[in-house]
C-alpha cells in the first residue's frame, strides 16, 4: 500500500510541507537572498500593523471576498439552470458559456480593460447610444473593483459545468412526486434541487474564496493596462499595481512586491503564512457551517 501512495506523499512534502515550513521559518528573519537569513522574532508579524499598503491590499481583498464568491456561485448557478432548461441548441450555448474560461487570465484582462475602455470602448459607445454616460470602469477608484469582478465572472466557465453537471443528476422522480404533491417550480427548486446541489455550493464557494485570497494576475494586468505603464513604461510600483488609487491592490499584490520588488523575504513569507492561516480558517468556518458534508446540524 505504501509503494502506492509513496509519490503522491513525496510530491506533498516537497510542494507542500518543505515550502509550508520554510516560509514559517523565514517569516521569523530578516532574509533579502543576498545574505543569510537574520533571527528577528515576531518584528515582521508587529509590522505588518504598522503598513498602510497592507491595510489598504487587505480591505480591497476582503470586499472581493465578499462581492466576488457570492456572485460567482450565484452566476454560475444561475447559468447552469438556465442551460438545463434550453431544449434546443443547448451544447452550442453551454460550449459558448464556457469559452471564456479557456482564455489565458493576461489576455482576458487586456481584453477586459479594452471593451470597457472609457471613451472608445465598444461598452460605453453602446451605452452612449441610448444617452448613457458610461462610467471610467478601471480608471475610477469606485468601479475598479466592480470591473475586476466582472472580469471574474466572465470567466466563470468551470463552475457552470460544475453547477450543470449536479443539476443534471438530480432525479427526475423527485421533481415529479413533489409536482405531484403540488409543489410549484419555486418549492421544487426550494426543497428539491437546492439540497441535492448543497455539496457543490460549498465546494464552489471554497474554491472561490481560495481563488478570490489568491487574486494577482488579473489586478496586476488590468492596473498597468488602464494606467498605460504597459506600454509607456514607468519606475513607480504603485502606478504600476494598484491603478487607480491602490484600489485594485490585493493582498497577493503587495506580497509579491515586498518579496521581489524591495527583496523583503522575511516579510513577504510573514504575509504569506498570515493568508494561510486565514484562509485556513475561512475554510473551516465554512465547512462547519455546512450541513452537506456532516449531515449533522451545525
Known sequence: MLSFIAPALIGIVIFFVYPLISALYFSFTKFNLLTPPEFVGLRNYQNMFHDTNLIKASENTIWLVLVMVPAQVLFGLGTGILLVT???SATIYRTIFYLPALVP?????LAFVYVLKPGTGPVNALLANFGIEGPQWFNDPAWAKPSLTLLAMWGIGNTMVIFLAALLDVPVSLHE?????GANAWQRFRHVTLPMLSPVIVFSTITGI???LQFFTEAAVA??????QATNGGNSVSTLFGYPEGSTFTYPLWLYVKGFGYNQMGYASAMAIVLFVVAFAIILLVLKRS???SGEPS
Do not use: E, H, N
Open 86 to 88: 434550453m431544449k434546443r
Open 105 to 109: 487570465p493576461v489576455a482576458g484582462a
Open 177 to 181: 412526486a413533489a409536482a405531484l404533491d
Open 210 to 212: 481560495i481563488t478570490t
Open 223 to 228: 492596473a498597468s493596462a488602464a494606467s498605460g
Open 291 to 293: 450541513k452537506s458534508f
